[in-house]
């Protein structure tokens, strides 16, 4: 199945004030004026959504995290509902740093994934594994318990019709400047297929992107798409340059 490469951008907790977040968002539109051929979606901070979304033009919003309730007494937290109603498209769901410094759980990551789902959103699913994972050989059995248990109890059509995708974000290689080789990448997507293929069958996995996150420049982006076969990129801190991630863009489509 050929995919549109889908590029996320992943801003976390930056820029730190409303002008620099539409200064930025600004320079990434302009040199992306006439990109159609690729997705382009930007998490920026949901304080700053709703400016943004004002300039939006063809690329996409996405929210970093959401809440699995749609409203009530959950202080500090924003719901799938709210996020659409804003404009948002996509949410990130289960990122490591909201794993790690949350102690988000998987079963949390769940909750979540229903909800941007029938809020009509696109969840991104991240999983991956910690340097020590990887050095002890557990990487099939943490893919295997972060995508059984945040798929439980989500119904085959509901996944097939929502737009879901998973990115592969070895947490080793989150904003180390140390990227995961081109055959690891491989070897990963292919893992992650597997596991797919044994909760939701062949034709339904065949549709879901499978995305590599972890370190990605201008200089390596290509090779994930083209070598490793990755169906697009979540990008940290490189899209924080808007012509470094201009370029990432460019380049891979
Ligand atoms: C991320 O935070 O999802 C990420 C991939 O970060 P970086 O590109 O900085 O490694």
């Known amino acids: 199945m050929q995919y549109k490469p889908l ?12 002008v620099e977040a539409k200064r930025l968002f600004g320079s990434v539109k302009k040199g992306l004026r006439n990109i159609k051929r690729t997705e382009v979606v930007i998490c920026p901070p949901s304080v700053y959504l709703s400016d943004i979304k004002n300039q939006a033009a063809g ?7 959401c809440f699995w309730e749609e409203k009530g007494a959950f202080t500090g937290e924003i719901s799938a509902v ?17 794993r790690e410094i949350f102690k988000e759980t998987d079963e949390m990551i769940n909750q979540k ?36 248990i945040a798929l439980s109890g989500v119904a085959k059509s509901k996944i097939s019709k929502s737009g879901f ?3 592969y974000e070895p ?39 499978i ?16 070598e490793a076969g990755m ?10 340059n808007s012509q470094e991630f201009i370029k990432i863009v460019k380049i891979v489509f």
């Open 7 to 18: 590029i996320i951008a992943n801003w976390k907790m930056n820029p730190q004030s409303l």
């Open 171 to 209: 947490i080793w290689a989150i904003g180390s400047g140390e990227a995961c080789g081109i055959d690891e990448a491989m070897s990963a997507k292919l893992l992650i297929q597997k596991i797919l293929i044994s909760f939701l069958g062949k034709s339904l996995t065949k549709k879901i992107p």
């Open 165 to 167: 995708c998973i990115a």
């Open 211 to 226: 995305l590599y996150g972890g370190s990605v420049t201008s200089k390596n982006a290509r090779d994930f798409i083209d």
């Open 82 to 98: 709210m996020l659409k109603k804003i404009g948002c498209q996509y949410v990130i769901i289960g990122h490591s740093e909201r």
């Open 113 to 148: 994934l229903k909800a941007v789902i029938k809020t009509g959103l696109k969840p991104i699913l991240c999983i991956g594994e910690t340097g020590e994972e990887k050095e002890q050989e557990k990487i099939v059995s943490v893919f295997k318990k972060q995508i059984k």
């Open 59 to 65: 690329i996409k919003l996405g929210s970093q995290n």
């Open 231 to 240: 169906n697009g990129l979540l990008i940290g801190g490189a899209s924080l």
